[in-house]
C-alpha cells in the first residue's frame, strides 16, 4: 500500500519560494510517476507537475511552467515541488498523488484519474 504523505506548506509573500515535498515510508516508487495537484478555494483540482517513474521525463501546467521544478530522490522515496516567484493565485491544497506506470520512460499523466494513490495535501497560502 502506497501512503503519500505531504509537506512542506505555509505562508508566504508574492514573489517568495517554497518547497514541498512528499515521501512515502512504505515502498518503493520506482514504478511509479509522482504528481502534484492543487486545489483552489471554490475551484476543481487541477494538475501542477509530475515526473516520471525514471525521473527523466517531466511535464508541467502553464500556469507554473518556467517557475516550478519538480524532482526525485529515489534514495529517499521522495519527491519535491521547488516553487519560485509564488503568486497569490498560487493559493491552494497541494497534494502529492501516484500512478504506476507500465513504462517508466514514458511522459507521466496529467490526468487526475490516472493517479491511484494520493496524499492528504499540504496548504500553501501566498500574500499579496
Known amino acids: 500500500q502506497v501512503q503519500l504523505v505531504e509537506s512542506g506548506g505555509g505562508l508566504v509573500q508574492a514573489g517568495d519560494s517554497l518547497r514541498l515535498s512528499c515521501e512515502d515510508s512504505?515502498?518503493?516508487?520506482?514504478?511509479?510517476?509522482l504528481g502534484w495537484f492543487r486545489q483552489a478555494p471554490g475551484k476543481e483540482r487541477e494538475f501542477v507537475a509530475a515526473i516520471s517513474g525514471s525521473g527523466g521525463s517531466t511535464y508541467y501546467a502553464d500556469s507554473v511552467k518556467g517557475r516550478s521544478t519538480i524532482s526525485r530522490v529515489y534514495a529517499r522515496n521522495k519527491v519535491y515541488l521547488q516553487m519560485n516567484t509564488l503568486k497569490p493565485e498560487d493559493t491552494a491544497v497541494y497534494y502529492c498523488a501516484a500512478d504506476q506506470q507500465v513504462n517508466i520512460f514514458t511522459t507521466p499523466s496529467a490526468a487526475e484519474n490516472e493517479y491511484d494513490y494520493w496524499g492528504q495535501g499540504t496548504q500553501v497560502t501566498v500574500s499579496s
Open positions: 512504505g515502498r518503493t516508487l520506482t514504478r511509479y510517476a
